[in-house]
């Protein structure tokens, strides 16, 4: 499975931007599909979720009502809607999947595959 990351960049506060993460590689059981961010000297958290299963989503507290999470199935892509962005929200923003789980809830410890990332940077 390969995952690459598109569309970091640079944003003022108060915009928007749209992340992109294409896949390859699935077997016939498409995974859910996580988006994760580091911050400069931090750790590595969850941002949110899209389950394979029923669509549902979930994010973390500090992004909620914010970011919105899609996935075109015949693109094998999800997409991370990012609006009204914080400084805070600089990071660099990794997806990742869980091999044949298709249920959001997992931690980044249970991924076992990610892309490399792209950064995005909130001026102030």
């Known amino acids: 499975v390969q995952l690459v990351e598109s569309g970091g960049g640079l944003a003022q506060t108060g915009g928007s931007l749209i992340l992109s993460c294409t896949a390859s590689?699935?077997?016939?059981?498409?995974?859910?599909m996580y988006w994760f961010r580091q911050p400069p000297g931090q750790e590595r958290e969850g941002v949110g979720c899209?389950?394979?299963?029923?669509?549902?989503?979930n994010f973390v507290d500090s992004v909620k009502g914010r970011f919105t999470i899609s996935r075109d199935s015949d693109k094998n892509t999800m997409y991370l809607q990012m609006n009204s962005l914080k400084p805070e929200d600089t990071a660099v923003y990794y997806c990742?999947?869980?091999?044949?789980?298709?249920?959001?809830?997992?931690?980044?410890?249970?991924?076992?595959?990610w892309g490399k990332g792209t950064l995005v940077t909130v001026s102030s």
């Open positions: 990742a999947v869980p091999e044949n789980v298709p249920l959001c809830g997992l931690g980044k410890e249970d991924m076992d595959y």
């Open positions: 590689g699935f077997s016939s059981d498409e995974p859910a």
């Open positions: 899209i389950s394979s299963y029923d669509g549902s989503t």
